[in-house]
């Protein structure tokens, strides 16, 4: 409602889509003398989108709303204005759009009392047109289960539970990657640390709307759950994880609403703090589930169109940059909104120096 009334229809609208998606799912369910509904939420998002340009959804939104209540004069209004500036071409109108002036939209879980997750928050380029088409069927049949050793001994008696979630980017999940109690135990050590999170700008690190997180950096000396999770991941992805080719993990806690916005991981300037290292740029991430969430907190791959929701005790891996040392655009990813409950992820970054045998170069400059 506050991104709403302020005019900020990026985000009023992933919030928005998912109030609707859920009041969807419970309609009719809820108490009648609740003044939310599936109405009022859609009657917001259309003009959400109108604002945002994307008339087509707004009329389709409209039209929708007008089934559960024919009568609104004011939306029918709307409706005719949509279909006419559709057929003019133009995003401009003559006469100007009655934006519903309620002031009580909030969200609610289902009939049930519990809240649904939502696999995908609204990437921005989806707010003015259709998001990227799914990847071929063909492509999909590559994905596959399996259990993994990597030529390690450190996983021969207990091998890696690996789901492959995308060829490209390549994104892996690893199953089972830590125990409850070692996640219990990391969020501990963090937690008397915890402080807003920054993120790279220009040549300093510095507080930013567009990330609402806390976090706390763990060097493997704090604990033995720490170095034996930093031996599990150089084991899972062959990598070196010595100091300094990976940066110490991080901790971070996304409260009620917390999230991060479409970012890459690896740097795309050369003035980036992530150079002070002396030891290149951001070739891998693995990202550590420490908790569960009760709805949202997805991890959205916003050109790639896939998400990944949480899955507690797992490690999400992908490679930031290619073969050739470029880093890869279609890792832009973002951390949806948690619409329940919190959720405790652990990072750790892998960077390029060092890996030069581990993961060569292709013969094909282009990989």
Not at 92 to 114: E, F, I, K, M, V
Request: proline residues 6%; glycine residues 6%.
């Amino acid at each position: 409602q506050v991104a709403y009334d302020t005019g900020d229809y990026y985000h009023s609208i992933a919030w928005l889509e998912e109030a609707v998606s859920l009041f969807r799912l419970s309609y009719g369910s809820w108490n009648l003398e609740d003044r939310s509904s599936l109405e009022d939420a859609l009657d917001h998002l259309a003009f959400s989108y109108f604002m945002a340009g994307n008339i087509s959804h707004a009329l389709s939104l409209s039209r929708e709303f007008l089934r559960y209540d024919p009568s609104n004069q004011r939306v029918t209004r709307n409706v005719a204005k949509y279909k006419k500036l559709l057929e003019m071409g133009t995003g401009a109108s003559a006469s100007p759009l009655q934006r519903p002036n309620s002031t009580h939209l909030q969200s609610r879980g289902t009939g049930t009392g519990a809240m649904v997750p939502h696999r995908r928050c609204s990437p921005p380029h989806a707010l003015l047109g259709p998001l990227s088409p799914q990847p071929a069927p063909e492509r999909l049949l590559h994905l596959s289960c399996s259990y993994e050793t990597n030529s390690s001994p450190y996983l021969l008696l207990q091998p890696a539970k690996k789901e492959m979630v995308r060829i490209q980017p390549y994104v892996a999940l690893y199953h089972d990657f830590i125990t409850d109690a070692e996640a219990e135990t990391i969020k501990g050590l963090a937690g008397p640390w915890l402080q807003r999170s920054v993120v790279a700008s220009g040549e300093k690190q510095q507080k930013a709307e567009y990330r609402i997180s806390k976090s706390a950096w763990l060097k493997d000396t704090a604990d033995p759950v720490v170095r034996a999770l930093d031996q599990r991941i150089a084991a899972v992805t062959g990598l070196d994880l010595r100091p300094p080719y990976a940066e110490y993990l991080q901790v971070v806690n996304y409260g009620l609403g917390g999230h991060y916005e479409p970012h890459f991981d690896h740097a795309t300037s050369m003035k980036s703090p992530l150079y002070r290292m002396k030891s290149g740029n951001r070739i891998a991430t693995i990202m550590i589930y420490l908790s569960a969430v009760e709805a949202g907190g997805s991890t959205a791959f916003i050109y790639a169109n896939f998400s990944v929701p949480v899955v507690k005790n797992a490690a999400l891996f992908w490679w930031n940059l290619r073969r050739n040392g470029n880093g890869d655009g279609d890792t832009l990813h973002a951390g949806c909104p948690v619409l329940a409950g919190d959720k405790w992820v652990a990072n750790k970054w892998i960077h390029e120096h060092g890996q030069e045998f581990r993961r060569p170069c292709s013969a094909d400059p282009q990989d």
